[in-house]
């Protein structure tokens, strides 16, 4: 399973650092990515991160987020920096492994002054 850690209220400008650990039976992990769904929208990708470290990242986040991981502890980071308004959702990881797609419970980020 995954645990999602790191959300909180932040005002505008700020930063926040999201984890996710991977723990049990979860099979050996390739991608893991965040997604965020703010109320009222659809889930969308924010950012992704290869075993081998290759990221991409959706357009709104770029310069501004920084997804990493530490593969020896199935740990994937989230480093958020100048952080607007429209950032505020649940932010979700997943990780794909060889027993399929796995999802975290996910963090509510809320950016407001």
């Known amino acids: 399973q995954l645990q999602a850690s790191g959300g909180g209220l932040v005002q505008p400008g700020g930063s926040l650092r999201l984890s996710c650990a991977a723990s049990?039976?979860?099979?050996?992990?390739?991608?893991m990515g965040w997604y965020r769904q703010a109320p009222g929208k659809q889930r969308e990708l924010v950012a992704f991160i290869t075993r081998e470290g290759r990221t991409t990242y959706a357009v709104p986040m770029k310069g501004r987020f920084t997804i990493s991981r530490d593969n020896a502890k199935n740990t994937l980071y989230l480093q958020m920096n100048s952080l607007k308004p429209e950032d505020t959702a649940r932010y979700y990881c997943?990780?794909?492994?060889?027993?399929?797609?796995?999802w975290g419970q996910g963090t509510l980020v809320t950016v407001s002054s």
């Open positions: 997943n990780a794909i492994s060889t027993f399929g797609t796995v």
């Open positions: 049990g039976s979860i099979g050996s992990i390739n991608g």
